[in-house]
Every structure is written in C-alpha cells, then in structure tokens.
C-alpha cells in the first residue's frame, strides 16, 4: 500500500534541500546548470530534447544554457551513434569537476544542519537514500510502469 504522506512529505523535504542547496553556495550559477550536469553524470549523453525534459525546461532553454555549458567547457557536443543526423551532449572532466566542487561546497554549507544526527539516524537516511535511488533511476520508472 503507498503511504502518500510519506511520499509527499520526501517531495516536500527533498525540493526544500534543493533549495537550500542553491542559497547556501552563493554560486551564481544557475541550478538548472547543476541539475543539467547531473543527468548527464547519472544518465550518460543525451540529445538537448532528451536533456529538456528530463530536467522541465523548454527546448529552447535547453539550447541556451548547452550553449553556455559549451562555451565554458562544462560538456562536449558529439555525433549521436544511433543518428548520424543528431547530436548529444555530454559531460567532460571540466563538467565533472565542477560539479563535485559544487557538491563539496554544498555539503560543506549543509554539513552543520545534520551534525548532532546519530549513527541510527545516518543509517536511515542511507536506506532512504538507496531506496529513492532505486526507484527514480530512469530504468527503474519504466520497469515499474510496465
């Protein structure tokens, strides 16, 4: 049985950690960059269409921050293997280490909200953690609605 409070209160609490993940680095860039880079770390090069919707921005948007992402060498347009006629982006080592150093920034900033967590508090948080891992993997969603 899907206990939906829970399901809500995680939404509730994993969009207010995003949030205070943005205001606490003072990182001017934008989180859609973040969130961008992270799809492409987790989910390997996709098409700016693909990209887009993963991450709930128009198409168009998409193209403009891939252009900004491009020029700052965050990630790399190559030819698509299953379409000769497309491309796909993908992250390159400059794009990976920015996002570690801005996940390390994060955490850093973050850290002191969860110091006087216990050891059983950690371990819940982990078997959370695994847990939404495994059901929001993009081969988890379609296994499950199939």
């Known amino acids: 049985m899907i206990d939906t409070d829970v399901l809500r209160s995680l939404l509730h609490a994993t969009h207010r950690l995003t949030q205070l993940a943005a205001r606490t680095t003072g990182s001017v860039i934008p989180s859609a960059t973040w969130r ?11 098409r700016v269409g693909e ?21 700052d060498g965050l990630v790399r347009r190559h ?16 794009g990976r280490d ?14 002191p909200r969860f110091n006087s967590l ?3 508090d950690w371990a819940t948080l982990r078997r959370a953690s ?17």
């Open 36 to 46: 961008a880079l992270s799809t492409l770390e987790a989910d390997g090069p996709q």
């Open 51 to 71: 990209l887009a919707s993963v991450n709930r921005v128009s198409q168009p948007g998409m193209s403009r921050l891939v252009a900004g992402m491009l020029e």
């Open 79 to 94: 030819g698509d293997p299953d379409d000769s006629r497309a491309s796909v982006i993908a992250l390159t080592d400059r």
């Open 98 to 111: 920015a996002l570690d150093e801005w996940r390390r920034v994060v955490v850093a900033q973050l850290g």
């Open 118 to 120: 216990d050891d059983e």
């Open 130 to 146: 695994a847990i939404l891992a495994s059901r929001t993997s993009p081969n988890e969603a379609s296994e499950v609605a199939a």
